[in-house]
Nanobody
Framework: QVQFVESGGGLVQPGGSLIVSCAAS????????MGWYRQAPGKQRELVAA???????NYADSVKGRFTISRDNAKNTGYLQMNSLTPEDTAVYYC????????WGQGTQVTVSS
């Protein structure tokens, strides 16, 4: 059973910070590239950030310099630290491998608003 469980989302003011977490199971997590994706209202799901098994990272231009992706292979867990949040970051955030498989979790809602 491949499963991704996201957590840590919530309501945050513009300029604030959040960290979201992803617990993965059913895969050899440490050997795979992990990605964070998000889907905003009325938009398609997009890749936000990715990190390879060796720690090489890539970011979408819209979040570069503000978000940091990381992983703890011993815990089969990935993280996304989000700083300087804006209303445009409001979305449901999902984790998966990159390229993604079909085993999407429920995601965690991040809402940036005053």
């Amino acid at each position: 059973q491949v499963q991704f469980v996201e957590s840590g989302g919530g309501l945050v003011q513009p300029g604030g910070s959040l960290i979201v977490s992803c617990a993965a199971s059913g895969i050899i997590f440490r050997r795979l590239t992990m990605g964070w994706y998000r889907q905003a209202p009325g938009k398609q799901r997009e890749l936000v950030a990715a990190i390879t098994s060796s720690g090489i990272t890539n970011y979408a231009d819209s979040v570069k310099g503000r978000f940091t992706i990381s992983r703890d292979n011993a815990k089969n867990t990935g993280y996304l630290q989000m700083n300087s949040l804006t209303p445009e970051d409001t979305a449901v955030y999902y984790c998966n491998v990159n390229p993604p498989n079909n085993y999407w979790g429920q995601g965690t809602q991040v809402t940036v608003s005053s």
